[in-house]
């Protein structure tokens, strides 16, 4: 069974920077795609964030475009989201995805907060 912890999550006023990473138990090369999801505090979808595939394709939400950079790392297993220019509206609960074969792995999740 694949295990995704996030890290990197916390409290940074607006403008700042965080770098979230999400550690797989296993290798995930064999992961078709990653992810981040968001869930907004009072809203109950997640919003996708940002996609990797496994050859470097790279797809964003419009709202973090040029803000955000999404990027895995195989040989630690690990996946990336660096957040820069950070807004209030940024606010949610990060969500690590993976996706392989007809299975979906999610993480536990990490709170990110941006002060005004």
């Known amino acids: 069974q694949v295990q995704l912890v996030e890290s990197g999550g916390g409290l940074v006023q607006a403008g700042g920077s965080l770098r979230l990473s999400c550690a797989a138990s296993?290798?995930?090369?064999?992961?078709?795609?990653m992810g981040w999801y968001r869930q907004a505090p009072g809203k109950q979808q997640r919003e996708l964030v940002a996609?990797?595939?496994?050859?470097?394709?790279?797809t964003y939400v419009d709202s973090v475009k040029g803000r955000f950079t999404i990027s895995r790392d195989n040989a630690k297993n690990t996946e990336y989201l660096q957040m820069n220019t950070l807004k209030p509206e940024d606010t949610a609960v990060y969500y690590c995805?993976?996706?392989?074969?007809?299975?979906?792995?999610w993480g536990q999740g990490t709170q990110v907060t941006v002060s005004s």
């Open positions: 995805y993976a996706v392989r074969a007809a299975n979906t792995y």
């Open positions: 296993g290798s995930i090369s064999s992961f078709a795609f």
């Open positions: 996609l990797i595939g496994s050859g470097g394709h790279t």
